[in-house]
Nanobody, 130 residues
Framework: QSRFVESGGGLVQPGGSLRLSCTASGLTFDDYAVGWFRQAPGKERMLVSCISSRSVTTKYADSVKGRFTISRDNARHTAYLQMNRLKPEDTGTYSC???????????????????????WGKGTLVTVAS
């Protein structure tokens, strides 16, 4: 059974940093693009960032460009999201999604949309507050 387990969430002050991890099991990890998504209370899940299977292509939401960095270690079956200069509006549950896409790159504006993901982790809560 394929699954993701996210970790690294918590409470952080504005301007602080967190590093989220997402570890996969039960799948050929390097055949999948991986996305990080955020869902705030009362709002729809939105794409934060995604990375292609071989780390050639990355995408970011405009709101996090220059602050967040996505990466992956295929040998460890793990994807990461380094979040710096956090803001209160970054608060939400962060989840990993996986899209079967074994090509080194990915294209298309909506390739990493939530509707395209094949499966999900349960998420980790990030709260940015004083």
């Amino acid at each position: 059974q394929s699954r993701f387990v996210e970790s690294g969430g918590g409470l952080v002050q504005p301007g602080g940093s967190l590093r989220l991890s997402c570890t996969a099991s039960g799948l050929t990890f390097d055949d999948y693009a991986v996305g990080w998504f955020r869902q705030a209370p009362g709002k729809e899940r939105m794409l934060v960032s995604c990375i292609s299977s071989r780390s050639v292509t990355t995408k970011y939401a405009d709101s996090v460009k220059g602050r967040f960095t996505i990466s992956r270690d295929n040998a460890r079956h793990t994807a990461y999201l380094q979040m710096n200069r956090l803001k209160p509006e970054d608060t939400g549950t962060y989840s990993c999604g996986a899209l079967w896409l074994p090509t080194p790159t990915m294209s298309g504006a909506d390739i990493c949309s939530p509707a395209n993901m094949d499966f999900w982790g349960k998420g980790t809560l990030v709260t940015v507050a004083s």
